[in-house]
């Protein structure tokens, strides 16, 4: 049986992993976020606001009957604030580095505290972004949390690859994915010029047909979920795959 456990379950990227999930056989997934969308016999709902910690620090990974692969995808995300240093509030930062940054680093503790010693291929996707790589002007909250996120998986990697029975081990992998069509998208093409010098550069993306699909883009991702058990690197981008 295959286990899946994907944050941001309930509309764009992380609803499109958890459906073709739900297609493939053997195989139950867990959603977690605020809401949920989705209704399925192999779906299981985790109503969980990652900005709230009593829900964050409560949530525990259950024990698992015929386990043979575990996969963690920590894919909420947000990019708010949109705005430049000195015009953000300190609470709309905040919630950013606890959903983007804080939140995963707590789930991949309790996933590898919980799952460490159960015999079954152990895989955590972080799902990053180029915007971890370079400086985007209004964006210093959601570069920020997605750098600390590739630099954490790395970290964790690192840590794991010390484990001498290699079985033991959890593969972790940060992956940006490309520029996909969903909210976040729309939110970045109502942002405000003043707080966002490229902002007509994504609504151009948009007018030519350049953003990919959320299916697409999850598609892509789990048909390379294999591949990420046996490379080296932790951070990886789907437009070199
Ligand atoms: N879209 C892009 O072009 C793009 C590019 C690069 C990277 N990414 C990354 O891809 C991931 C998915 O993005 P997306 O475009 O699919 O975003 P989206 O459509 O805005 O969906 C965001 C998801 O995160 C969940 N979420 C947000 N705040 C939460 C909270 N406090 N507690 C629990 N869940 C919360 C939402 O669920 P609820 O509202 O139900 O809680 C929702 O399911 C993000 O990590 C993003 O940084 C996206």
Redesign the pocket.
């Known amino acids: 049986m295959r286990y899946i456990f994907i ?9 499109a992993f958890a459906e073709l999930f739900l297609d493939q056989e053997q195989t139950k997934v867990f959603g ?4 949920c969308s989705i209704d399925h016999e192999n779906y299981v709902h985790h109503h ?4 709230n910690s009593d829900d964050l620090y409560n949530f525990t990974f259950p024990q698992l009957q015929n386990a043979e692969e575990v996969i963690l995808i920590n ?5 708010n604030p949109i705005k430049k240093v000195g015009a953000f509030s300190a609470e709309a930062l905040s919630i950013n580095i606890q ?2 940054l804080i939140a995963p680093m707590v789930l991949c503790n309790t996933f590898i505290n919980t799952y460490q010693e159960l015999s079954a291929k152990k895989l955590i996707v972080n ?5 971890g790589k370079y400086p985007i002007d209004g964006w210093s909250a959601y570069c920020t949390s ?1 750098s600390g996120l590739d630099m954490f998986s790395t970290v964790m990697q690192a840590e794991q690859n010390l484990i001498s029975y290699v079985f033991k081990r959890v593969k972790v992998i940060s992956i ?5 069509d ?4 729309a939110e970045i093409r109502r942002s405000n010029v003043d707080d966002f010098s490229q902002v007509n550069r994504f609504v151009d993306y948009k007018k030519s047909g350049d ?1 990919q699909s ?1 299916v697409q883009t999850a598609g892509k991702i789990i048909s390379k979920l294999h591949t990420f058990y046996t490379r080296d690197e932790v951070i990886c981008s789907l437009r070199d795959e």
């Open positions: 944050t941001g379950s309930s509309k764009g990227l992380g609803k977690i976020s605020r809401t969980v606001d990652l900005n894919n909420a995300g947000l990019l959903v983007n799902i990053s972004s180029g915007a997605k940006s994915p490309g520029i996909i969903t909210d976040m998208q953003l959320s």
